[in-house]
């Protein structure tokens, strides 16, 4: 059973725009959120996190919009560059335990 | 300062071999995590050790899968009698304490089972 699901699988999004990758999850015991970037060959780097008692964080140019009721939280990166072409990851955990959604590709084109 | 390290970042094996997987802490990390990343798929728990003692190791395969952290040098997770199912990324991650902002990730280790 997976426990964090993850839309879309791939991502296209030219220099400058809104990218927007979704997750959802189940369990309600999950009490933190993170993000996670990984490019090729390499392993995931901390993005951006957030915790269910706050609606959105900002940090830069990435965002976390976090519903509660709704069970879903998403990542928006504002004026998306090429740069930020790489893999992203939504988790969800519980103490120790992180459970990773299956990823986006994101493509940013120049 | 270096990060997590982990080698071999490749390793290929044939199977009914034994793979080895080394991983280094980060300098003051006592806390050790592995991952699995499947093609195409996130990273799945496996096991959380401290220092000498297994933790949690409910995401480990039974059989033929096995994990350590020695009181001196690296963590090691070992599978032996390799299948092609085994054929994966492995990612070890590290934290100061038992918490869930601080882990941080290695690189990975490749292993392909011919």
């Known amino acids: 059973q997976q426990q964090v699901k993850q839309s879309p699988q791939s991502l296209i999004v030219q220099k400058g725009g809104i990218s927007i990758i979704n997750c959802a999850y189940e369990?309600?015991?999950?009490?933190?959120f993170p993000w996670y970037q990984q490019f090729p060959g390499k392993g995931p780097a901390l993005l951006i996190a957030i915790r269910p008692d706050v609606s959105e964080k900002k940090e830069g140019r990435f965002t976390i919009s976090f519903n509660k009721s709704a069970k879903q939280f998403s990542l928006h990166i504002m004026d998306s560059q090429p740069g930020d072409s790489a893999t992203y990851f939504c988790?969800?955990?519980?103490?120790?335990?992180?459970?990773f959604g299956s990823g986006t590709k994101l493509n940013v084109k120049p | 300062n270096a990060g997590v390290m982990q080698n071999p970042r490749h390793l290929v094996r044939r199977r009914g071999q034994e793979a080895r997987l080394r991983c280094s802490p980060m300098k003051g990390h006592s806390h050790v995590y592995w991952y699995r990343q499947l093609p195409e798929e996130g990273l799945k728990f496996m096991v959380y050790?401290?220092?000498?003692?297994?933790?949690?190791e409910s995401g480990m395969p039974k059989e033929r899968f096995s994990a350590e952290f020695p009181k001196e040098g690296p963590s090691i997770l070992r599978i032996q009698q390799v299948v092609r199912g085994d054929s994966a990324a492995y990612f070890c991650?590290?934290?100061?304490?038992?918490?869930?902002?601080?882990?941080?990730f290695g690189p990975g280790t490749r292993l392909l089972v011919l």
């Open positions: 988790a969800a955990s519980i103490d120790y335990k992180f459970y």
């Open positions: 050790l401290q220092k000498e003692n297994i933790i949690d």
């Open positions: 991650a590290s934290s100061r304490g038992q918490g869930q902002e601080t882990q941080y």
């Open positions: 369990n309600t015991a999950f009490d933190y």
